[in-house]
């Protein structure tokens, strides 16, 4: 009779419920045999579940492949709303058809995996740029058209020209078609790589600037109004990198919007 261990190297290989194999196992009762199967069953169950959200965030790849379309590139960004740090774009393009487990909008993804899947998309994506708007610029523009510039920058390092553009609710000036989708990172993979990538960028980014500017806690709220970024500013005063054109920065400099 096989061991318990052997059992659970045969049940390794199910990557089906419906396969018949099952049955011979179900027959054995011991009782670590029987922990072995529930567990792969649930195990196979999460990896359906799994490849059924990829192929529902494929949707728009999808359509646009059934269009001829086979250099599809996703873009987003993070940093929009932080007072102090850049906008980061990135811009992504993956292999057709490309599933890549675990990925999703990045702020639906655990903090402590975020480093694996965005390395899993590096190594997986045909190109990836990345667009960088410092505060100075967000400040002179604002902050929805520096994220329009980073998300170009982001567009124009690629090394592969897309021929079709999915973007997190935002058009680009660019004659490169484009489809602009409501909380894309959470509905197009394309853009969900493209979220990670920005996400882990700009991350490493304020953990630096922590570092150079001890006090802020930037590497833990990445320069988010948290109550210890707060008390930081009472306390130490304005960042050569905070935004002086956002609250409650702007009140604390008495610095006057541009005409």
């Known amino acids: ?80 709303g932080p007072l102090a740090g850049p906008v980061v774009a990135a811009c992504v393009l993956l292999p057709k058809n490309c599933k890549i487990r675990g990925l ?24 990836v740029g990345i667009g960088v708007m410092d505060n100075q610029v967000i400040d002179q523009v604002n902050i929805y058209e520096a994220t329009k510039l980073a998300m170009l920058e982001a567009l124009g390092q690629l090394e592969q020209v897309p021929q079709h553009l ?3 609710a935002m058009t680009l000036d660019t004659p490169i078609p484009q489809t602009s989708i409501i909380k894309g990172d959470a509905n197009s993979l394309s853009i969900a790589a493209a979220s990670i990538v920005a996400k882990v960028t700009r991350d490493k980014m304020m953990t630096d600037y922590d570092t150079q500017y001890p006090g802020y806690a930037f590497a833990k709220n990445a320069g988010y109004g948290t109550a210890e970024h707060l008390a930081g500013l009472a306390e130490f005063g304005v960042t050569p990198i905070h935004r002086k054109s956002f609250e409650p920065v702007k009140g604390m400099l008495g610095y006057s919007e541009r005409t």
């Open 1 to 80: 009779m096989a061991t318990v261990k052997e059992i659970k190297n045969q049940l390794a290989e199910l990557t089906d419920l419906s396969d018949p194999r099952w049955s011979n196992f179900e027959a054995d009762q011991r009782a670590g045999v029987q922990v072995a199967i529930k567990q792969r069953r649930s195990a196979i169950f999460k990896e359906i579940q799994e490849d059924e959200r990829l192929e529902k965030m494929l949707r728009y790849e999808r359509n646009l492949y059934a269009q001829g379309f086979e250099f599809i590139a996703g873009i987003d960004e993070v940093g929009r």
């Open 104 to 127: 999703n909008d990045s702020k639906k993804i655990p903090k402590a995996k975020h480093d694996k899947i965005y390395q899993a998309v590096l190594d997986k994506a045909l190109a």
């Open 166 to 168: 999915l973007i997190d």
